[in-house]
Nanobody, 124 residues
Framework: VQLQASGGGLVQAGGSLSLSCAASGRPFRDYCMGWFRQAPGSEREFVAGIIWNGAITSYAGSVKGRFTISRDNDKNTVFLQMNSLKPEDTAVFYC??????????????????WGKGTLVTVSS
């Protein structure tokens, strides 16, 4: 599956930003979808995941209660709504897909397909 993320940008601390990721090439419903991020000098880390039908979601502890992942299987798109953004959220965000549901244990090594990253910068 090919993934194309969009929606990054510059926002002040406390603000909101929404990311989207459009999928093509394979049946979108076959994939669990998620978002990872990589800050400068840091390893890529799991942010949020959503199961095939959207019934189950999981979040990293650092974003729980602030970020919401959702998907629209008719539009082959997954979303990440980010609220109450903090400077430490600054990172390149990557859309990801996998056939297996890992929940919050989803590792970058377990990703089947990556989208190109989109930069999110949160100013203080």
């Amino acid at each position: 599956v090919q993934l194309q993320a969009s929606g990054g940008g510059l926002v002040q601390a406390g603000g909101s930003l929404s990311l989207s990721c459009a999928a093509s090439g394979r049946p979108f419903r076959d994939y669990c979808m998620g978002w990872f991020r990589q800050a400068p000098g840091s390893e890529r880390e799991f942010v949020a995941g959503i199961i095939w039908n959207g019934a189950i979601t999981s979040y990293a502890g650092s974003v729980k209660g602030r970020f919401t992942i959702s998907r629209d299987n008719d539009k082959n798109t997954v979303f990440l709504q980010m609220n109450s953004l903090k400077p430490e959220d600054t990172a390149v965000f990557y859309c990801a897909a996998t056939h297996i549901w890992y929940g919050e244990m989803w590792s970058p090594d377990d990703v089947d397909s990556w989208g190109k990253g989109t930069l999110v910068t949160v100013s203080s």
